[in-house]
């Protein structure tokens, strides 16, 4: 009777060994696809950023207002939802129907920051046809 206690003790012990590294493996792949997860909003919300910046800057050059050249302008991210995203637009230089604008963007999520800068080309509007 107590060579039995003794090996089930063993199966026991074996068994809790084995769960636990179960559980190791699967806690360092769900750590990564947390990491994967992330990254991937925090480039989705920078492709929106970027879009949003061209999009300001091309409504500004095709409106004949007066443009503010090399003065970067801090646009309002609150749309986005996250509190610490940044978004600057910069326009170089304005020739007839083309600006260069360099658009700066950061965001954060958690402890990752991602941060870009980029100059881009805007094409202004065409000419009305008669």
């Known amino acids: 009777m107590r060579r039995n206690q003794g090996v089930v ?20 792949g769900a750590n990564t696809m947390i990491f ?13 950023l970027i879009a949003s910046g061209l999009a300001w ?5 095709w ?3 007066e443009l503010p050249v090399a003065e970067p302008v801090e646009l309002n991210t609150a749309v986005f939802g996250l509190p ?12 007839s129907r083309t600006a260069r604008v360099h658009v700066e963007t950061t965001c954060h999520k958690g402890r990752r920051t991602l941060t870009t800068s980029r100059t881009f080309t805007v094409a202004g509007r065409a000419p009305a046809r008669v």
């Open 36 to 48: 994967q997860a992330d990254t991937a909003y925090l480039r989705a919300i920078e492709r929106n």
């Open 57 to 61: 800057a091309q409504e500004r050059v």
């Open 84 to 95: 610490d995203a940044k978004l600057v637009v910069r326009i170089l230089e304005v020739q």
């Open 63 to 65: 409106s004949d207002a």
């Open 9 to 28: 003790l063993a199966l026991v012990i074996v068994a809790l060994t084995l769960v636990g590294g179960a559980m190791f493996v699967l806690t360092i």
